[in-house]
């Protein structure tokens, strides 16, 4: 087992990317701690880990509060005594919208999420970490964080900034044996792509089915990522596997391009 008895919390544990992750984590041997806002997401992501034998343990959290994100750290510490691995999955899609059409809360709101959230969790998990002198990090970030993303700018600039974080505190905590890297899918099958396209349908009255058409030629494979995809790299990124790579954005976008 690739992370025997190592202490993970994953944010956006409930669903999508961030549950994948925490099921393939308890599956190599990790004490997985989800966090999200929605407990009942987080209940049905611990409950799937149980029943195949795992460890794990929901804490309620909204990343974007500082104090949430304190509580949360806290109460893993106080029940496993170290962090040894944070994936920072936590993040919302935002509006689709022309930045002349956006509105200030929106925008505020992606980035507290996203960008901020990101930075308290890692802040927080240092603070341990450092002392110890050892930890990974492991962000989660996007193409949209690559690219320039026309109607989606708030999610678009979060995600370029989780890049600069990545490299950053690669720089920062490198001296104390910590590592910090970078996901950046594409398009992901399941419930997000889905909400993001049936929202771009709507602000540009172009069907549904036409977009999703067109998503797939994007791709060099002609399919969006698979959660369980993301999940392998995270596992790869949090291993042992991987020791000599920090500061790095790792692409999973099965081949992910603009079609003229």
């Not at 992501?45 to 195949?52: D, H, L, R, V």
């Not at 320039?148 to 104390?176: D, F, H, N, Q």
Request: with cysteine.
């Amino acid at each position: 087992m690739r992370l025997k008895d190592k202490v993970a919390i994953v944010t956006g544990g409930g669903r999508g990317i961030g549950k994948a992750i925490s099921v393939a984590f308890a599956s190599e041997g990790a004490i997985v701690i989800t966090a999200a806002r929605n407990p009942s997401k987080l209940d049905e992501t611990i409950e799937k880990i149980k029943s195949e034998g795992g460890r794990a343990k929901a804490i309620q959290t909204d990343v974007s509060d500082e104090k949430q994100v304190q509580r949360m750290v806290a109460e893993t510490l106080n029940a496993y005594g170290k962090v040894d691995i944070l994936v920072n999955n936590s993040g919302i899609g935002g509006p689709t919208a022309k930045i002349v059409d956006l509105r200030l809360e929106d925008w505020n709101e992606v980035l507290a999420i996203n960008l901020t959230g990101n930075m308290l969790c890692a802040r927080e998990v240092l603070k341990h970490m450092i002392p110890h002198g050892r930890g990974n990090i492991v962000n989660i970030g996007s193409d949209g964080g690559r690219f320039g993303y026309p109607m989606r700018s708030p999610y678009c600039v979060s995600k370029w900034g989780i890049i600069g974080l990545t490299e950053t505190l690669a720089i920062e905590v490198g001296e104390y044996n910590i590592r910090v890297n970078c996901i950046s899918p594409a398009a992901v099958s399941g419930e997000r792509l889905t909400n993001v396209v049936m929202g771009r349908s709507k602000a540009t009255g172009v069907p549904f089915e036409e977009l999703m058409s067109k998503i797939a030629m994007n791709y060099s494979l002609h399919r969006p990522t698979e959660e369980a995809e993301v999940a392998a790299a995270a596992v790869f990124l949090a291993s042992d596997e991987s020791s000599g790579v920090t500061g790095h954005t790792l692409v999973v976008n099965c081949g992910h391009h603009i079609v003229q």
